[in-house]
């Protein structure tokens, strides 16, 4: 396979992390042998961190599969052709659909981290199945406060962390979790600069925290009581923008009246944070020129995490830093994650296609949908039940649910009692064994693919990686694997693809003009337009790009919603041709493009309240604020400990990432624990210790640290993988976290678990 890159170095991308910074990669016999940062990505600029290095870990894991394989009913797989797996796949799913209706089928996933290309292609095949709840990561992390978000902004909001003269930090630590471009070199800026503070909130002293001029080390659990004292500092110390806020928002009033009711001695004593400290910190905030702000699982998977998202929110708009450099803006993605597609469906027995519809719960628990999306914690209940409108099959992909949801063992209970389940991915995970049939992708290395998680402002980003691994024998890219599914259900063919695979040879225009004539005259082309891209204008795409077909769509989409993003960025006119140059931009940008700059008035703009106003007063959140003083974290006395389960640590990777040799010094799986109750138990560095919560029981070496309070214990995350060996054997190292999580333990407003405040018994143990 050709490269377009010289000197044996090829562009491509980091898959670890939300931000994929660029990468340059030399292979070798199927293999990635050197790994640099890429200076010509327009924003990571050469940027990388130690985790880069791991790529061929993933791309030459020994539990890749490489055929179709399909569960016998002793549990073992068996091979099976290509043909056989979709044939069989789209009869036993037509049928629930049609005894069943499309809504008792489940999407779970839609991309891993870096790979979304697929995501876009399994839209058509949602579509024809009808599928009317989905899921994914997100729904673990994300969706109280992108709940919060709507209610406030309507509109993704990012800080700009670059320019910033105060940034805060809340459950976060970037300089292992990242979360914004050139994440360790702004770090370090910042400390140096005399001029420039950072505040920490958290309650281990973290590499960040070690940076920062505020460590609030609160007391786990305890977030929503020490941001409700800063709103309370800054109110009754008027330190707020009293005239921004009359202009630019509107229920302040209602927010007045909850914040002067706070006390905020009181608040910083349950929270554990001297009230001096928490004085100083918040008057930093309210002097400074600019501040931004961001929350991370520390507090988004803890108690009142869609509290603490409200409450983030109140702090940095209460001093006006939002829209102007420096602050808290409203970035214009290429693709919106948080609009899931409502699809249409042919409810069972009926030729008629249904009316979209919008639910906002979940059909057994009636758990809220936000983002599109059911709590991941709900979906046992949602299978594990005689609800008649209960999930009877799921379409998992790219996501490994077993090993990442709470309570593993009622997952694979679940997985086991749907009446069908299919996994799409590269690698024999713990979900694909448990699953009917399981699909095997092209690695992220061996097809075109790419990432939407485009967060920057006010230059925005999208690279698209090129192929330069020849694809496992096999295997298929997800667009080829959901054309298959569509046209083995009978809902396209060639007579959809005749008259647009002739325009896609004279060219974009031509093309772009025939898909709007096409689309108007067969439902089908509008309706499945990626899976249609994808075989009518793949094809005349450079070499092995195929994949990137349904770009085409999301360029003219991007470009008419945003006209004035994409002309800043040199794709402006009439949207046909700005959406075409913004196309061929991204297949002749190796190391990715701009492809949307803004103005800081246009955070103004992208505000979907009445008058572009942010709204301050969502009344369930103050009267959750209310009450939370009856809410106090309780001690247990049979679990003790409070474990934060999922520590990133320099040891930890992304479980994509399976083969456990890429960790060559350190030991998995660690314990940390405070030297103080190392003493009460009786321990020393490096003994055994066995964990045990109200859901399972975990044994694990030591390790001690005075960076955690006493009574606060931490796992890392990303270990605890069943990694199976060429030669069939079993490496399990460390800890699979949620075989010690519940369900039942979640946000009571977005249904987010507590994976950071999982209570834990502790008693050494001998040896294992």
Not at 557 to 563: E, T
Not at 709 to 717: A, E, Y
């Amino acid at each position: 396979m050709e490269s377009t890159e010289t000197d044996g170095w090829k562009k491509t991308a980091c898959i670890i992390c939300s931000l994929n910074c660029g990468l340059e990669i030399k292979t070798e016999g199927g293999r990635i042998t050197k790994i640099k940062g890429d200076k010509s990505n327009p924003i990571s600029q050469g940027y990388i961190c130690e985790k880069s290095q791991r790529m061929d870990f993933y791309q030459n894991g020994a539990d890749r599969i490489d055929s179709p394989k399909r569960r016998k009913p002793d549990g073992s797989y068996e091979n099976i052709h290509w043909e056989t797996a979709i044939r069989e796949i789209a009869e036993k799913f037509a049928a629930i659909k049609h005894r069943h209706g499309g809504e008792s089928i489940l999407y779970y996933g839609g991309g891993s981290q870096g790979n979304h290309l697929g995501g876009t292609y399994a839209d058509s095949t949602i579509k024809a199945l009808g599928i009317q709840y989905r899921s994914n990561a997100l729904a673990q992390e994300k969706t109280g406060e992108g709940w919060v978000q709507g209610k406030m902004t309507g509109a993704p909001v990012h800080g700009d962390f670059e320019h910033c003269e105060v940034a805060v930090f809340l459950g976060k630590n970037p300089w292992q979790s990242h979360g914004f471009a050139r994440t360790r070199v702004t770090l370090r800026e910042i400390q140096n600069d005399p001029n420039r503070a950072m505040i920490v909130i958290d309650p281990r002293r973290t590499e960040t925290a070690e940076m920062a001029d505020y460590h609030l080390a609160v007391k786990p659990g305890t977030d929503a009581w020490c941001l409700a004292a800063m709103s309370a500092i800054l109110v009754q110390e008027e330190l707020v923008a009293t005239e921004w806020l009359v202009e630019h928002t509107t229920g302040y009033a209602a927010v007045l009246a909850a914040i002067n009711k706070i006390d905020i001695t009181r608040y910083a004593k349950t929270c554990g944070v001297e009230e001096s400290l928490l004085r100083a910190a918040t008057r930093r905030i309210a002097i400074a020129k600019s501040v931004s702000m961001i929350e991370d699982l520390g507090v988004q998977m803890n108690l009142h995490s869609t509290l603490n998202s409200y409450l983030n929110r109140l702090v940095w708009l209460l001093t006006g830093n939002y829209a102007k450099p420096g602050a808290n803006n409203a970035f214009v993605p290429f693709l919106n994650l948080s609009n899931s597609s409502r699809s249409t469906s042919k409810p069972s027995g009926s030729g008629k296609p249904a009316a979209p519809r919008k639910w906002t719960h979940s059909p057994v628990t009636h758990s809220k949908v936000i983002m599109g999306l059911i709590p991941c914690n709900v979906i046992p209940d949602e299978i594990l039940t005689q609800h008649p409108k209960r999930f009877r099959a799921m379409f998992i992909e790219s996501a490994n649910p077993v090993h990442s949801l709470a309570d593993s063992q009622r997952m694979r209970q679940s997985l086991r009692a749907l009446e069908c389940s299919v996994v799409i991915d590269v690698a024999m995970t713990e979900t694909a064994r448990q699953a009917d049939y399981v699909l095997p992708a092209s690695s992220q290395f061996e097809k075109a693919e790419a990432t939407f998680f485009n967060l920057e402002f006010p230059r925005n980003g999208f690279q698209l990686r090129h192929p330069h691994l020849i694809p496992r024998p096999g295997t298929l890219p997800e667009a080829e694997i959901h054309a298959r599914l569509l046209e083995a259900m009978g809902e396209l063919n060639d007579s959809s693809y005749t008259f647009l695979r002739a325009a896609a040879r004279i060219g974009l225009k031509a093309f772009g003009l025939a898909f709007a004539w096409k689309s108007m005259r067969d439902k089908a082309v509008a309706r499945y337009a990626p899976v249609v891209l994808y075989r009518t204008l793949g094809p005349s795409l450079p070499a092995n790009l195929a994949p990137a077909a349904s770009l085409w769509g999301i360029s003219q989409l991007y470009v008419r919603a945003q006209p004035a993003a994409a002309k800043g960025a040199g794709f402006g006119g009439p949207t046909l041709l700005g959406g075409n140059r913004l196309f061929d931009a991204i297949l002749n940008s190796p190391s990715g493009v701009i492809f949307g700059v803004s103005q800081y008035s246009d955070s103004w703009d992208a505000v979907k309240l009445p008058d572009h106003k942010i709204n301050l007063n969502i009344k369930e959140m103050l009267d959750e604020l209310a009450t939370i003083d009856c809410k106090l974290p309780l001690h247990r006395a049979d679990y003790p400990y409070v474990l934060s389960a999922g520590e990133r640590r320099p040891e930890t990777s992304q479980t994509s990432i399976r083969n456990p040799e890429w960790m060559k010094k350190g030991q998995f799986g660690l314990l940390r624990i405070h030297p103080q109750d190392a003493v009460k138990l009786g321990c020393a560095e490096g003994d055994w210790i066995q964990i045990r919560t109200p859901r399972g029981t975990a044994q694990v070496p030591i390790e001690l640290t005075d960076e955690l309070q006493p009574g606060h214990v931490s796992l890392p995350n990303g270990h605890g993988l069943d990694y199976h060996r060429a030669d069939g054997t079993l490496d399990r190292r460390g800890v699979s976290l949620n075989e010690l999580t519940n369900t039942t333990d979640r946000d009571p407003f977005a249904g987010t678990p507590w994976h950071k405040y999982v209570p834990v018994h502790l008693e050494k143990i001998g040896a294992p």
